[in-house]
């Protein structure tokens, strides 16, 4: 049944095919290719595609031998189709030329959309990390300044109680006053000015460096309204000037800013408590001493309470002051 069906099919379309290409005489050979639609009637030109056409037609013994055969394709055919075959070859190479172009364009416009891209994330990342550095910067500097400005605040509160403490020591100077014999000691201050005072054996070497520091005082703060109690010690008198030095700084002339010693041959006189000026080798008939200030330093202290202060004080005190220190003082030679 397959196989009847089959040779119908064939010998159907065999009959269309030689009724289509107008065979009548066999053997028949058809040769055909695209070819321009012909114009309409009008005379107005086509741009539709071309169309499969028929060339020619060769039917009989003949007229279809291969040398004829051949000899047509070669001389009648082939020039005249080729100009629409090289048209279309053109047509499609520009087709493919075009394509390529849009390619390239594609991909050159993604290559500059990706490097755009990467620009304005680079860009964005070297903002959020300038931003960040400007951020750790700030932090940075508000903490310098903060650190300046507490710094400040500490030293105009060091500043502010060490002036309150120079017209305390003034106040008590005043209050015992000079003897009219004694140790006669003239003290060439930093300006140049010389100051003389005569003390007596038995007064300390706290009272001759309430003596220098009582002229640190400007002129504006007048004695008469000099503290009569000590800024921030409940002792009174030699011992809360001595409890205040051992509890403020590390080593006592950073806290009188000055230190005293002999003219000629040049000696330290460093300040020590619980020391009379009798005691001191050199000073028995009088002496010139020299005030050299002492530099700031980070040797302050943080202020302690007043029972902490008292008590370390009270050690030092009751030791007699360091006896090790960097100086070679005129009691040193006994």
Known sequence: MSFISLTIILITVSTLAAHKLHATTYPFVAFAALQPQRAP????????SPTMTILSRHAGIEATTTEKLLSHLTDALIPRVKPLLDRLKGDERRREQERFMRAEQDR???????????????????????????????????KRLKAE?????????WDRNRMEWRRYLRRLSMTNPAPSAGLR???????????????????????????????????????DQDPT??????SS?????????????SHPEQWWKFRLATSYPKKAVPWRPN???GGITGLEDGV???????????????????????????????????????????SDEE
């Open 229 to 234: 109690s000590p800024p921030s010690s409940p």
């Open 288 to 330: 010139q001493l020299v005030v050299e200030p002492v530099r700031d330093a980070d040797s302050r202290k943080p202020r302690k309470s007043l029972e902490s202060r008292s008590s370390s004080a009270a050690s030092t005190i009751k030791s007699g002051g360091d006896s090790a220190d960097e100086y070679d003082t005129e």
């Open 108 to 142: 050159a416009y993604r290559e500059a959309m990706n490097r755009d891209r990467e620009r304005i994330e680079r860009k964005i990342r070297e903002e959020q990390e300038a931003q960040k550095r400007a951020e750790v910067e700030r932090i940075a500097e508000e």
């Open 41 to 48: 009637a009008s005379g107005t030109s086509s741009s539709s």
């Open 275 to 277: 020391t009379t000026l």
């Open 149 to 157: 400005e507490e710094e400040r605040a500490r030293k105009e509160d």
């Open 185 to 223: 000691i003239g003290i060439r201050m930093p300006d140049g000015t010389r100051r003389i005072r005569i003390f007596g054996p038995r007064d300390s070497l706290t009272t001759l460096y309430g003596f220098v520091d009582s002229h640190f005082i400007p002129s504006d703060l007048v004695a």
């Open 237 to 249: 008198g030699e011992t809360a000037v001595q409890e205040e030095i051992a509890g403020s700084t």
